[in-house]
C-alpha cells in the first residue's frame, strides 16, 4: 500500500511539473513583447550645408539607407569640422568637382557601399549627385574626399559609393566647374585657384 501511495505521488509531481512547462511555453509564444523588431525601417535623409567662399551654399540630402557607412563617415567628418578650409582640387567642367583631401591627416578607409563591391546601392550618378571618391584598384580605399557630378555620369554606377543629392545650389557646382582652369586632362587645380570649402554643417 505504501509503494502504491509514492507511485501515486511521484505520478502527480510529474503531470504537475509537465503542465507547468508547457503554461510556460505557449506564455512566452503569446506575449508579443519578445517578437524581433522588424527589418527594413527607413532612416531619416541627413541634410548637409557646404558654404564655399566666394560661391555660396549647397544643400545636400544624405540617403543613409543606401549607404549607411559612407553617410556615416561624411557626417562625423563634417561634424568634426574636418572639411572647413578644405578645397576642391580636382575639377572637370562637364563631369564632377571633387575635393574635401587633406593629405596631413590619415584616416580609416570606409567601406566601398556599391555593387560591384557586393552593395546594394540604387543611386545613380546623374547630374547634383555626391560621391566618394576613391583609389581605382582598391574598392575599400574612400576617406574624406568626395565628388558632386555636374552632369550625368551614369557609367560610374556600381563602382563609387554615390550617396547622397545636391538639393538647392547645383548652379553653384556648375560654375565652380565652369570657372575652373585644370592644368592637366585629370582635372588637377593649381593651389592658388581651387575652391575652398567654408564650411560643412549637418543640420538635420
Known sequence: ??????LLLSLMLIF???????????TEQE???????????????????????????ITLELDPNE????VRNFCDLAASGFYDGLKFHRIMDGFMIQGGGNE??????????FASNGYNNTISHKEGVISMA????????????????????????GDYAAFGYVTEGL??????????????????????????????????
Open 16 to 26: 504537475t511539473f509537465m503542465t507547468a512547462c508547457g503554461g510556460d511555453q505557449a
Open 67 to 70: 549607404a549607411p557607412e559612407t
Open 104 to 113: 596631413e591627416v590619415e584616416l580609416e578607409p570606409i567601406v566601398g557601399e
Open 171 to 204: 548652379d553653384i557646382c556648375k560654375q565652380i566647374a565652369a570657372d575652373s582652369n585644370p592644368i592637366d586632362d585629370n582635372g588637377t587645380i593649381p593651389e592658388e585657384e581651387q575652391p575652398i570649402i567654408e564650411s560643412v554643417e549637418v543640420v538635420d
Open 134 to 157: 576613391r583609389f581605382p584598384n582598391d574598392p575599400n580605399s574612400a576617406t574624406s574626399q568626395f565628388f558632386i557630378t555636374v552632369a550625368d555620369d551614369s557609367f560610374l554606377d
Open 31 to 57: 506575449d508579443p513583447g519578445d517578437a524581433p523588431a522588424s527589418d527594413g525601417e527607413l532612416v531619416a535623409p541627413r541634410i548637409v550645408k557646404m558654404t564655399i567662399k566666394d560661391y555660396g551654399t
Open 1 to 6: 500500500m505504501k509503494k502504491i501511495l509514492i
